[in-house]
């Protein structure tokens, strides 16, 4: 799983970037103290996308240093907001399956013979099943959809953070200061909630596959 991993998360990288350009739009903006938000915001994001050369070079490395300063476990804790048993294949069995349409209990019960009910055992179990069906396109796509909304959500985060912080050094005005703290976790926040509908999806599709394995 981890070339795997590797390799959607590479696949994902222009996605980021520009997204990463996204913010560094809005943070300049805020910085400057400009009138026109939206006019200003457009004008800076065109300029840093196509105009800074040197920036549009080294954004890939940016990308990889912001995706790799903080370890998956933390990711997961930041995106499903839960300090302890994170990740969706935690509850799969006991919760996501249930809820999902296309998930016959019944039939999985029959061809798994013991469904686990620990949530260190249902990740355990589940990434077993990951491993047989990890090329399918659901299960893959899927898989590409969360990791990519799940750094996208992190990121979002290190910038209300960060952004905030520098903000404050560069003694913008507490309106501002907090408009911008305001837009960034309202990102942080609808970004979260997508990458855990994409990640339930993920583990569910593998299930599915399962299921439908004769």
């Not at 980021?16 to 400009?34: D, M, P, R």
């Not at 903080?70 to 996501?96: C, D, M, Q």
């Not at 942080?188 to 596959?209: D, M, P, T, W």
Request: hydrophobic content about 45%; glycine content about 4%.
């Amino acid at each position: 799983m981890k070339y795997e991993k590797e390799s959607l998360t590479y696949r994902n990288i222009p996605q980021v970037t520009i997204f990463v350009i996204w913010c560094i739009s809005i943070y300049v903006v805020f910085l400057s103290g400009t009138g026109y938000f939206w006019k200003d915001l457009q004008a800076k994001f065109a300029e840093l996308n196509q105009k800074d050369i040197l920036l549009v070079a080294i954004m890939p490395i940016i990308v990889t240093v912001f995706s790799g300063i903080i370890s998956s476990n933390l990711k997961a804790k930041i995106v499903f907001w839960r300090l302890k048993y994170a990740l969706p294949g935690h509850r799969v069995f006991t919760e996501l399956a249930v809820e999902d349409a296309r998930i016959d209990m019944n039939l999985l019960k029959e061809k798994m013979k013991k469904i686990p009910i620990d949530p260190k055992e249902q990740n355990t179990t589940w990434f077993k099943l990951y491993k047989k069906y990890e090329n399918k396109i659901t299960v893959k796509n899927a898989h590409k959809n969360f990791l990519l909304t799940r750094d996208l959500a992190t990121i979002s985060l290190i910038f209300s953070i960060i952004g905030t912080a520098g903000l404050i050094f560069g003694k913008v005005y507490q309106t501002k200061l907090l408009a911008y703290f305001g837009i960034m976790i309202i990102h942080y926040i609808i970004l979260s909630i997508v990458a855990q509908n994409h990640g339930k999806r993920f583990v569910c599709n593998v299930l599915a596959e399962y299921i439908a394995d004769n």
